[in-house]
T-cell receptor, first 113, second 114 residues
Framework: AQSVTQLDSQVPVFEEAPVELRCNYSSSVSVYLFWYVQYPNQGLQLLLKYLSGSTLVESINGFEAEFNKSQTSFHLRKPSVHISDTAEYFCAVSRSAGNKLTFGGGTRVLVKP | DTGVSQNPRHKITKRGQNVTFRCDPISEHNRLYWYRQTLGQGPEFLTYFQNEAQLEKSRLLSDRFSAERPKGSFSTLEIQRTEQGDSAMYLC????????????FGNGTRLTVT
């Protein structure tokens, strides 16, 4: 069985400041890792994913996450946030890329001007 | 690509009533998933289909819950004899079965049981 822990339920941050959202997972098998974002009143959207290869993955809107196998972590970072990044962020794992996901509890990011 | 569509957006029902939700996946996607999300929690897996076959069901899916995908296209999730604890957002997602195909989620159906 797999599980995902997002250590911070809420992260307030000022605009243009950096942010890091922590994600740790446990699994007895190799996993694929994902970050999804849920903007207010919208559905979950894929932000980025790690399937194989380079352990550093990036999204088109400036987020990046690094897979660390030894620490079983997949933390999400952005060097400078915008007001529009206010959303809830979910880390998720899967045993295969097109298979069911196990989600963490989510981290709510509130970007303040 | 019109995305995953879920109806209704909101449903308010009285305890003991039956409710049914519908999900229309992205047309070329042969996998369809149902998740439940309660306030302050991440989505929890309920069940998934490969075409019309229901391949896995979570222990969360009590015998009051039933999901169907009769023609391998749209799916319905029915909850019988609703309870207040069923109040949640019910999410549908779809994907292809290729190696790197991620899940695409709909906007969900919010159920409130009074």
């Amino acid at each position: 069985a797999q599980s995902v822990t997002q250590l911070d339920s809420q992260v307030p941050v000022f605009e243009e400041a950096p942010v890091e959202l922590r994600c740790n997972y446990s699994s007895s098998v190799s996993v694929y890792l994902f970050w999804y974002v849920q903007y207010p009143n919208q559905g979950l959207q894929l932000l980025l994913k790690y399937l194989s290869g380079s352990t550093l993955v990036e999204s088109i809107n400036g987020f990046e996450a690094e897979f660390n196998k030894s620490q079983t972590s997949f933390h999400l970072r952005k060097p400078s946030v915008h007001i529009s990044d206010t959303a809830e962020y979910f880390c998720a794992v899967s045993r295969s890329a097109g298979n069911k996901l196990t989600f963490g509890g989510g981290t709510r990011v509130l970007v303040k001007p | 690509d019109t995305g995953v569509s879920q109806n209704p957006r909101h449903k308010i029902t009285k305890r003991g009533q039956n409710v049914t939700f519908r999900c229309d996946p992205i047309s070329e996607h042969n996998r369809l998933y149902w998740y439940r999300q309660t306030l302050g929690q991440g989505p929890e897996f309920l069940t998934y289909f490969q075409n019309e076959a229901q391949l896995e069901k979570s222990r969360l899916l009590s015998d009051r819950f039933s999901a169907e995908r009769p023609k391998g296209s749209f799916s319905t999730l029915e909850i019988q004899r609703t309870e207040q604890g069923d109040s949640a957002m019910y999410l549908c997602a779809s994907s292809t079965d290729t190696y790197n195909s991620p899940l695409h989620f709909g906007n969900g159906t919010r159920l409130t049981v009074t």
